[in-house]
């Protein structure tokens, strides 16, 4: 049985060996070092094929980015309506919108790590970093019926101190050697979103009981 590919189909495949050999490349050389010739080159193609599918690297690099951000996005509009309980975490139960999160990371790992390592794109992390802010007020005013977080520290605050500690956890995740499960550090970041610093430090509880 001969199965036929129609244009829009080689189109769509020709398309995702591009983007598939640009991330290979950013293994071994910064974003800004990548040509062009260099992606045509590894896929023995001629630049006039890539041209119809990219008017030059920043648009390659600008369809990546939109994809993976679409996605993102996709998934936190999604789980908008189910809440971080703290009964899920004694019971638990993963949220499931960090479940999918960390799904969508580790199927672009190498993505990841080419766009937020130290020769990636500095304003990718910003944009993400600005949508899950943008999520997490969205999720506050579904709880509290308004915006903002607490009345005795600006929202600014807050909202960094929040999304910086979820960005620390996946930038470990994206640069171990031998990453831990998806289950494990999904067990991470529901452990860290409940408790204090203080009983991260796992210091003695030093409140005197009474007789």
Known sequence: MIIMTTKAEAFQQTDQLIRQTFIELGASKPISKITISDITRQLGMNRGTFYLHYIDKAALITAIETDFMTQLT???????????????????????????????????????????????DPYFIIGVRELLLKSLLQQVAHLKGQAGFRGDLPDNYVGEIIVSGILDIVMIWLNEAKPISKAAVIDIMMKTRFLSPYQLLGLPDNKKTSD
Do not use: S
């Open 74 to 120: 996709e998934i936190l509009d999604k789980e908008i309506g189910e809440t971080m309980h703290i009964e899920n975490y004694y019971a638990g139960f993963p949220y499931p919108m960090l479940t999918e999160i960390f799904e969508l990371i580790d199927q672009q790992r190498a993505l990841l790590k080419l766009l937020v390592g130290p020769n990636g």
